[in-house]
């Protein structure tokens, strides 16, 4: 059973980075034809996909978002993670992460975790 865990503070001042950290267990990110996402959903909105990391650590970003998100991984740690720089309160939202086989469904997420952008 592959399980996915966000990490990361709550709350994050407006044009500052705001950093999370996905940990994998039961499963690796290297596993052959696996994407490892970010995904949020702004309060009262629908989902936004972020970006993703491939099992070869290839990424692909939302165009919306490409300028000011990064996405990594530390395969020794098993690991991705997410930066998303000069944060303003549009980008408070509760942050998912989720694994999929090639571009297909989620098979797997995390429970989420909130993060509140404000002074």
């Known amino acids: 059973q592959v399980q996915l865990q966000e990490s990361g503070p709550g709350l994050v001042k407006p044009s500052q980075t705001l950093s999370l950290t996905c940990t994998v267990s039961g499963g690796s990110i290297t596993t052959n034809s696996y994407y490892w996402s970010w995904i949020r959903q702004p309060p009262g909105k629908g989902l936004e996909w972020i970006g993703y990391?491939?099992?070869?650590?290839?990424?692909h970003y939302n165009p919306s978002l490409e300028n000011r998100a990064s996405i990594a991984r530390d395969t020794s740690k098993n690991q991705f993670t997410l930066q998303l720089r000069s944060v303003t309160p549009e980008d408070t939202a509760v942050y998912y992460c989720?694994?999929?086989?090639?571009?297909?469904?989620?098979?797997?997420w995390g429970q989420g975790t909130q993060v509140t952008v404000s002074s």
């Open positions: 990391i491939t099992y070869a650590a290839n990424t």
């Open positions: 989720a694994r999929s086989y090639l571009k297909g469904e989620y098979d797997y």
